[in-house]
C-alpha cells in the first residue's frame, strides 16, 4: 500500500531554515503529483508547495515564493521542501501528499490548490520562535 513518511521536521528560530523530507513508497508510476501542506493550529490546511514528478514542474502558494523550495529525487522516490528565512507564522504541522499516475502539470496544480491528493502522512511538525 502507499505509504509517505515525512521527516525533517523541528524547532528553529526566526530566519533559520530547515529542511522536510517525504519518501514515498508502494507505487512505482514516474509521473506522479506530490506536494507539501501546512496546518496550524485553529487554522485551516493550506497547500504550500507541489511538483509533478513527470517533468519537475513546480507549483507556490504565493506566500511561499522565494522562501520555500520543493524539489525530487525520482531515484529515492522522495521530494523535499526547502524553508528558508523562517518566520513564527510558518509554525505548523507540514504534510507530504501525493496522487500517483498524475498526467500533467496542471492536473498537479489543479490538486493542490484544491487539496485533494489520494495520500496522505502523519506529519511532521515545525515551530518557529
Known amino acids: 500500500h502507499v505509504q509517505l513518511v515525512e521527516s525533517g521536521g523541528g524547532s528553529v528560530q526566526a530566519g533559520g531554515s530547515l529542511r522536510l523530507s517525504c519518501a514515498a513508497s508502494?507505487?512505482?508510476?514516474?509521473?506522479?503529483?506530490m506536494a507539501w501542506f501546512r496546518q496550524a493550529p485553529g487554522k485551516e490546511r493550506e497547500g504550500v508547495a507541489g511538483?509533478?514528478?513527470?517533468?519537475?514542474?513546480?507549483y507556490y502558494a504565493d506566500s511561499m515564493k522565494g522562501r520555500f523550495t520543493i524539489s525530487q529525487d525520482n531515484a529515492k522516490n522522495t521530494i523535499y521542501l526547502q524553508m528558508n528565512s523562517l518566520k513564527p507564522e510558518d509554525t505548523a504541522m507540514y504534510y507530504c501528499?501525493?496522487?500517483?499516475?498524475?498526467?500533467?502539470?496542471?492536473?498537479?496544480?489543479?490538486?493542490?490548490?484544491?487539496?485533494?491528493?489520494?495520500?496522505w502522512g502523519q506529519g511532521t511538525q515545525v515551530t518557529v520562535s
Open positions: 501528499a501525493a496522487s500517483p499516475g498524475v498526467f500533467s502539470p496542471s492536473r498537479c496544480t489543479t490538486a493542490v490548490v484544491g487539496g485533494r491528493l489520494s495520500y
Open positions: 508502494g507505487y512505482t508510476y514516474n509521473r506522479n503529483c
Open positions: 511538483i509533478y514528478t513527470g517533468d519537475g514542474s513546480t
